[in-house]
């Protein structure tokens, strides 16, 4: 047996995500529920917002300012992250009040919630991007609480090319490895099951909706 | 089209309406988007998912 790097990881990989839990095709039956979908959109509006970020990172300013097509385009940027923040938050909660970090997948917790920081920070740096009175006002107002908060020497959110290239470099660099680890993650460790029903103070395994041990199998949504 | 019948409907232009409650200062935009949020949230707990009387 290999012991360079390349042959432990691989056997690491194999190990803990097999092909039938990378790509799975059934999904065990709680999971057919619309709590467990804001996951998937909140994925699918982080897609829109990077495929139009990258649009307007070809075009540049004078054509998200001025031009129709420019225009349209920057309107889905900053929709698509209203979308990606609401199915963010509603996944948050929905996570939350499950116990998500239950059977070993606190670490997948963690790097969701890193996420969720790192997200807003992109925001941030993406409203002192656009180069208009707005992020004027939103830097002006920032730069007091970040330097009261002593990092205004190395973050200086008045420094337009250091705020522009956070945002379309750094940000969605550490956003992408840390939504692409989450997701291994939940493929390695599995979706949670629903809480166990509580019937008169007492916990009831065997109680319909949600029960522990429900685990016939359906197709993935 | 649409556009301009959502512009008349929600002016985003303007200067926000600040609701003031107690020590809570929120925008009436975002506390719409929160109520919002809330609604969908309590539906997907609700609402029958398709397929899932099939089993």
Avoid: C
Avoid at chain 1, 8 to 17: A, E
Avoid at chain 1, 52 to 59: D, R
């Amino acid at each position: 047996m290999s012991r360079s790097w390349t042959g432990r990881l691989r056997r690491v990989v194999v190990r803990d995500l097999p092909p039938e839990k990378l790509l799975p095709d059934e999904q065990p039956a709680w999971v057919s529920s619309w709590a467990y979908v804001f996951g998937a959109l909140t994925i699918g509006a982080l897609l829109v917002v990077i495929l139009s970020g990258m649009a307007l990172a070809f075009e540049g300013p004078t054509w998200w300012h001025t031009s129709s097509a420019g225009l349209f385009v920057n309107s889905l940027h900053l929709w698509s992250v209203e979308l990606f923040f609401f199915f963010m938050v509603l996944h948050l909660w929905a996570q939350f009040f499950m116990a998500s970090w239950r059977g070993g997948r606190s670490f997948t917790w963690m790097v969701g919630a890193i996420a969720f920081v790192a997200s807003i920070g992109t925001a941030f740096t993406g409203y002192l991007s656009q180069q208009n009175f707005d992020s004027q006002w939103i830097g002006t107002q920032a730069k007091d609480g970040l330097n009261a908060a002593g990092i205004g020497a190395f973050f200086n959110v008045l420094d337009f090319g250091q705020m522009l290239l956070w945002h379309v470099m750094l940000l969605p660099l550490a956003l992408a490895v840390l939504v692409g680890l989450h997701l291994l993650l939940v493929r390695k460790h599995g979706v949670v099951e629903p809480l166990p029903a509580r019937t008169g103070g007492r916990i009831d395994a065997s109680a319909d909706v949600g029960a522990v041990g429900r685990t016939e199998p359906t197709e993935a949504p | 089209m649409i556009p301009g019948l959502l512009g008349a409907v929600v002016d985003l232009n303007r200067t926000p309406y600040i609701v003031h409650w107690g020590w809570l200062q929120i925008t009436l935009g975002n506390l719409v988007v929160i109520a919002l949020m809330v609604v969908v949230f309590v539906v997907a707990l609700l609402a029958p998912f398709p397929g899932r009387s099939r089993r």
